[in-house]
């Protein structure tokens, strides 16, 4: 292993480190490891004079500004000439060798190192001027702010977010329609944000493509031993491989069975000059220059018939077209679905249910129709929503016809509420998915909560649908029949009231004794008397039961399920009023969520951080240098072990 490569270990090793003990309270190491392991990645640094962004020994300042700067480029950035055609790339090689490597989806950077220090770092822009992003890029996960060569060095790189990231990030967004569309739209907004602490929560990467300047040194008239100077200064180099005339279209082929496992998104290939001289001695077009080209994957299609257009409705009021046709066989992947996006699109292929289409995988990914071979433009658009069955209307949206349900009630934009309510702290139903909860909103079998009670009446539907079958169907039944039987917090819970947590929830329903009648006839005044319940959550608590629609949709969701006793072991002294953090490991209950049921079903409250409110914090590492442990230390708040915690729950360790 290289020096660089044990600098990128040791700096991710102790990353996750930190972040496991200062985020989520537990320890993947001693302090005396840790301690060991900084000391070395320090002297490495030191002696290899390569320090990467997100190193532990640097801290990133963040900072904020009204507008980028705008700077022009010394050269222009041209774009590439493009190709589909293999035998055409092969033939532009001729019988030199040239470098072939991922033309990566994202946003063009150009960096400049002084001195051995990140100087500056310029977007693409429109080729000729670029916006300055100096302090976004020193936020890049992988960007080396220190490299050991102490001359100017220029260099042009592609910013990326990897697939893996993209869709961690938007698993952190319940709100689907919130969620980002791609990687590239989500990389191209951060690199060039405002605030870069915005590009630092998104995890950009940067990958070295291309060697502009590098003063005072040989590089052979080699463009790949440009590439592996880059590698040695720390920087992430783009994949590529050396090729002939010989040998090119195999290792295409080899680019092409790679592209669906590749976890940073790309939309071709590049391939460049070897011969650095030969490759400037060709000079420019006025667009494009010589000594390289794209080469852009040529789409699989494949022909077959469309049967069905689906009306998707969604939060926004937008109802989405999805064509579904006979299953086919596309880059590796059978496909029978394929989202239409508008009414334009519908329009302007001329599509008809019975028509012989076209598709193909957009950049080897995203199903599409290419064309309508038949062109029968019989498809009716629906005057009526078919999650709500009001009236739809059809509105132009920047130029383009979209079809609207203007219904504020519609139960599709009431989404967000229905994945609350089968969530494992309200009804816990394994099996409704967000995305199965909007088929199911869109098909009109759900429309409010008591409907998902009664979905046994669309069972054949349901079996037949895309990724279900009659074991899914039963899975998601008997998930069904077993959260009919609900303990009171909960059912107030997934009722989805503003500010009204599970806890609060508790609360409330062991101060009325889980009488469903009073809580719901409590005034703002009488849930204030609710230690815990503040004049907020008192309002709006309040206020939700005096809607007459949501006493209607309670009642009917009351006749659907059993009522039962919250369990709660009553006010143990000691605890009841109390109120507890938890930290760290647990060896007795299964999670920290089984102890702060514990703690609440006796009349204490968990609360997430340590202040001058606590009580206890709970932690099996008294002397454990976490963050909590120092924040109790300074309040006096005190430490105890679940061992002890147990105790006072009247438990057996």
Same mark, same amino acid.
């Given at each position: 292993m290289s020096k660089t490569d044990r600098i990128r270990e040791l700096t991710a090793l102790l990353n996750r480190a930190s972040r496991a003990y200062?985020?989520?309270? =537990?320890?993947?190491?001693?302090?005396?490891? +840790?301690?060991?392991? +900084?000391?070395?990645?320090?002297?490495?640094?030191?002696?290899?004079? =390569?320090?990467?962004?997100?190193?532990?020994?640097?801290?990133?300042?963040?900072?904020?500004?009204?507008?980028?700067?705008?700077?022009?480029?010394?050269?222009?950035?041209?774009? *590439?000439?493009?190709? /589909?055609?293999?035998?055409?790339?092969?033939?532009? *090689?001729? %019988?030199?060798?040239?470098?072939?490597?991922?033309?990566?989806?994202?946003?063009?950077?150009?960096? &400049? +190192?002084?001195?051995?220090? *990140?100087?500056?770092?310029?977007?693409?822009?429109?080729?000729?001027?670029?916006?300055?992003?100096?302090?976004?890029?020193? &936020?890049?996960?992988n960007l080396p702010l220190r490299i050991p060569y102490k001359g100017e060095l220029i260099l042009r790189g592609e910013a990326v977010i990897s697939y893996t990231d993209f869709e961690e990030l938007n698993l952190r967004i319940a709100d689907s329609e919130a969620r980002y569309k791609n990687p590239r739209n989500l990389c191209s907004g951060s690199v060039r944000a405002l605030n870069s602490e915005v590009t630092a929560q998104r995890r950009v990467r940067l990958k070295?493509?291309?060697?502009?300047?590098?003063?005072?040194?040989?590089?052979?008239?080699? @463009?790949?031993?440009q590439l592996e100077f880059l590698k040695e200064q720390g920087f992430e180099v783009v994949e590529y491989y050396r090729v002939t005339a010989g040998d090119i279209l195999e290792r295409i082929r080899f680019f092409a069975e790679a592209?669906?496992?590749?976890?940073?998104?790309?939309?071709?290939?590049?391939?460049? +000059?070897?011969?650095?001289?030969?490759?400037?001695?060709?000079?420019? &077009?006025?667009?494009?220059?010589?000594?390289?080209?794209?080469? /852009?994957?040529?789409? #699989?299609?494949?022909?077959?018939?469309?049967? #069905?257009?689906?009306?998707s409705p969604s939060r926004t009021g937008l109802i989405?077209?999805?064509?579904?046709?006979?299953?086919?066989?596309? #880059?590796?992947?059978t496909v029978k679905r394929a989202s239409v996006h508008n009414l334009s699109i519908i329009k302007s292929l001329r599509l008809g249910i019975g028509d012989r289409i076209t598709?193909?995988?957009?950049?080897?990914?995203?199903?599409?129709?290419?064309?309508?071979?038949?062109?029968?433009?019989?498809?009716?658009?629906?005057?009526?929503?078919?999650?709500?069955?009001?009236?739809?209307?059809? @509105?132009? %949206?920047?130029?383009?016809?979209?079809?609207?349900?203007?219904?504020?009630?519609?139960?599709?934009? /009431?989404? /967000?509420?229905?994945?609350?309510?089968?969530? @494992?702290?309200?009804?816990?139903?394994?099996?409704?998915?967000?995305? &199965?909860?909007?088929?199911?909103?869109? @098909?009109?079998?759900?429309?409010e909560p008591a409907d998902i009670f009664r979905l046994h009446r669309y069972r054949d539907e349901i079996c037949n649908m895309d990724g279900f079958g009659e074991k899914s169907y039963n899975n998601l039944i008997e998930s069904i029949e077993k959260a009919r039987h609900i303990e009171t917090a909960r059912l107030i819970y997934s009722l989805g009231i503003p500010n009204t947590g599970?806890?609060?929830?508790?609360?409330?329903?062991?101060?009325?004794?889980?009488?469903?009648?009073?809580i719901r006839k409590a005034s703002e005044e009488e849930l204030t008397l609710i230690g815990g319940i503040g004049e907020v959550i008192a309002g709006t608590f309040s206020s939700f039961f005096r809607d007459a629609e949501n006493n209607r949709v309670l009642d009917d969701l009351l006749s659907e399920v059993i009522i039962e006793k919250s369990g709660d072991?009553?006010?143990?002294?000691?605890?009841?009023?109390?109120?507890?953090?938890?930290?760290?490991?647990?060896?007795?209950?299964?999670?920290?969520?089984e102890l702060k049921d514990a703690i609440e079903k006796a009349g204490g409250r968990v609360a997430g951080s340590v202040s001058s409110n606590t009580d206890y914090l709970v932690n099996n590492d008294i002397n454990s240098n976490s963050s909590k442990n120092k924040k109790a230390k300074e309040l006096s708040v005190r430490i105890i072990t679940e061992d002890e915690i147990m105790s006072m729950l009247g438990e057996e360790p």
């Open positions: 200062y985020q989520e309270d =537990t320890e993947i190491m001693s302090n005396y490891e +840790y301690d060991r392991l +900084y000391d070395e990645l320090k002297e490495l640094e030191e002696e290899t004079g =390569t320090v990467f962004s997100n190193s532990p020994t640097v801290r990133v300042g963040y900072e904020a500004v009204d507008d980028l700067p705008r700077e022009a480029h010394e050269e222009p950035m041209l774009s *590439l000439d493009k190709t /589909k055609s293999r035998e055409e790339l092969r033939d532009w *090689l001729g %019988d030199k060798e040239g470098l072939l490597s991922w033309k990566l989806d994202g946003l063009t950077i150009v960096l &400049t +190192y002084n001195n051995g220090e *990140l100087s500056k770092a310029v977007t693409r822009g429109n080729g000729e001027i670029g916006e300055v992003i100096t302090p976004n890029a020193r &936020t890049f996960i070295a493509f291309s060697l502009v300047r590098a003063e005072g040194v040989d590089f052979g008239n080699r @463009r790949s031993a592209v669906s496992d590749y976890d940073i998104p790309s939309d071709g290939l590049v391939l460049t +000059y070897e011969d650095i001289a030969y490759g400037l001695s060709l000079g420019r &077009t006025a667009k494009f220059p010589r000594n390289s080209i794209a080469f /852009k994957w040529a789409d #699989e299609k494949a022909e077959t018939v469309l049967r #069905e257009i689906e009306w989405n077209p999805i064509a579904v046709f006979d299953p086919v066989e596309l #880059e590796g992947t598709v193909y995988k957009a950049n080897m990914i995203i199903p599409q129709i290419e064309e309508d071979l038949t062109g029968s433009g019989n498809i009716r658009i629906p005057d009526s929503c078919p999650a709500c069955g009001e009236g739809t209307e059809i @509105r132009q %949206d920047n130029d383009v016809e979209v079809l609207i349900c203007p219904n504020p009630s519609c139960p599709a934009k /009431k989404l /967000k509420g229905f994945v609350l309510f089968v969530s @494992r702290d309200a009804m816990n139903i394994d099996g409704l998915s967000e995305m &199965t909860l909007e088929k199911f909103i869109g @098909r009109g079998f759900i429309s599970l806890s609060n929830a508790r609360l409330i329903c062991r101060h009325f004794g889980d009488d469903l009648n009073r072991s009553g006010q143990i002294e000691g605890i009841a009023g109390k109120t507890f953090v938890i930290t760290g490991g647990l060896h007795n209950f299964s999670n920290r969520s």
